[in-house]
């Protein structure tokens, strides 16, 4: 994380390295309990697919006036290979950048207790764009 912020970002300093957090069990330390939305852009593309799902059922639990979360992740046709995305980048069943069926994304959103709606926004690199928001919310 202390090289991508160095070697990503214009400006480093305008990003404390304290604010730099590992979290591989999603605990989300340091986030108050009173969050409502949460963002992963580009995130799960490069989690094995397991993760993403421990990812939502950890947030649903830990925040409960969460009323979305808005992720992006790749899709390609069940039991794919190497898929190029539209926009030429090429994705994968078992290595990073990670693709999935559009069939499992719906279904990992609804075992973590949210309702999946897939967005028609066109992202970068054909990334698809997806919101979970608990059933009670529109």
């Known amino acids: 994380m202390l090289h991508a912020?160095?070697?990503?970002?214009?400006?480093?300093?305008?990003?404390?390295p304290d604010h730099l957090v590992g979290d591989a069990d999603f605990t989300f330390p340091g986030v108050p309990g009173s969050i409502t939305l949460a963002i992963a852009f580009?995130?799960?593309?490069h989690l094995p697919p397991p993760i993403p799902a421990q990812a939502l059922h950890s947030l649903r639990a830990r925040f409960p006036r969460l009323r979305a979360v808005l992720f992006t992740v790749f899709h390609a046709a069940l039991g794919a290979a190497a898929t190029r995305q539209?926009?030429?980048?090429v994705t994968h069943p078992d290595r990073p950048p990670y693709h999935v069926t559009e069939a499992d994304t719906e279904a990992m959103i609804r075992a973590a207790g949210f309702t999946p709606a897939r967005?028609?926004?066109?992202l970068p690199r054909g990334q698809v764009l997806w919101a979970a928001t608990p059933?009670?919310?529109?």
């Open 42 to 45: 580009a995130v799960f593309t």
């Open 86 to 89: 539209p926009d030429g980048v």
């Open 5 to 16: 912020r160095t070697a990503e970002l214009a400006d480093p300093d305008r990003l404390p």
């Open 135 to 138: 059933p009670h919310m529109p």
């Open 119 to 122: 967005q028609p926004d066109i």
